[in-house]
């Protein structure tokens, strides 16, 4: 999956145990993701979702392009919410093998999603190395000539990489209260509200505001005319 047209990858302080020897430098490639998932079959069992992993696996992510973490964090969290994700993109930290069974609760779900929402909110791109991301979720990294391909272990890592590579000055929380789906990415560096509707509501909750606040004191200064 391209998240940007060019990623940025800093390469800082990789160390080498043998010769003591630092090195750093920078390299421009497009960023891919992939990972394999896939769900033939899900349902719940009290506050678990248990389903079946399909035979073969499914490919997310790579050249399709799919953006999902601005999905996962929009996701609602009540069960059979919890459910239909996995029913579409399988389960969030068990390892994708074919017809196997898994198994996870719905509280676990919450947990990662409420993880990733505070990550979102307080947007930050780290410092480190691929090898500290692979120390951190695991996974492989593949050079090419004008790309990375990042091979996810899980979905979840596949999310937590999809996260750290968003533009960081075009990470937003809509500005609505009300929003259904607060987390997105501005088109451009003003936007404040995550769609027009929200923007338009906006405006009118900022009237009404504005109204309630100083209404009284403008209709005396008319009056005084």
Not at 93 to 117: C, H, I, K, M
Not at 197 to 220: L, M
Request: hydrophobic share 40%; glycine share 6%.
């Amino acid at each position: 999956m391209a998240i940007d047209s060019i990623t940025r990858l800093l390469f800082t302080h990789i160390e080498y145990s043998s010769s003591r020897i630092v090195k750093t430098f920078v390299i421009h490639r497009r960023l891919q993701l992939l990972t394999f998932a896939g769900v033939q079959a899900t349902w719940l069992e009290r506050d678990r979702v248990v389903g079946t992993f399909k035979m073969p696996l499914v490919e997310i992510g790579g050249e399709k392009q799919l953006r999902l973490i601005e999905t996962f964090l929009n996701w609602p969290d009540d069960a059979e919410s919890i459910l239909r994700f996995a029913r579409m993109y399988g389960p969030l930290e068990v390892v994708a093998e074919p017809g196997e069974q898994f198994s996870f609760a719905s509280q676990a779900f919450r947990d990662r999603q409420s993880e990733l929402r505070d990550m979102w909110r307080q947007f930050k791109r780290p410092a480190g190395s691929p090898l500290d991301l692979l120390h951190l979720l695991g996974g492989t990294i593949r050079f090419h000539t004008h790309s990375i391909t990042y091979m996810a272990p899980s979905l979840y890592a596949y999310l937590y990489v999809d996260l750290l590579s968003s533009p960081v000055k075009r990470v937003r929380v809509c500005k609505r209260p009300a929003c259904f789906h607060p987390y997105f990415t501005a088109g451009h560096l003003r936007q404040r509200f995550c769609c027009d509707k929200c923007a338009e509501e906006g405006q009118r909750e900022w009237k009404r505001a504005w109204w309630k606040k100083h209404g009284s004191a403008w209709r005396e200064k008319r009056s005084e005319r």
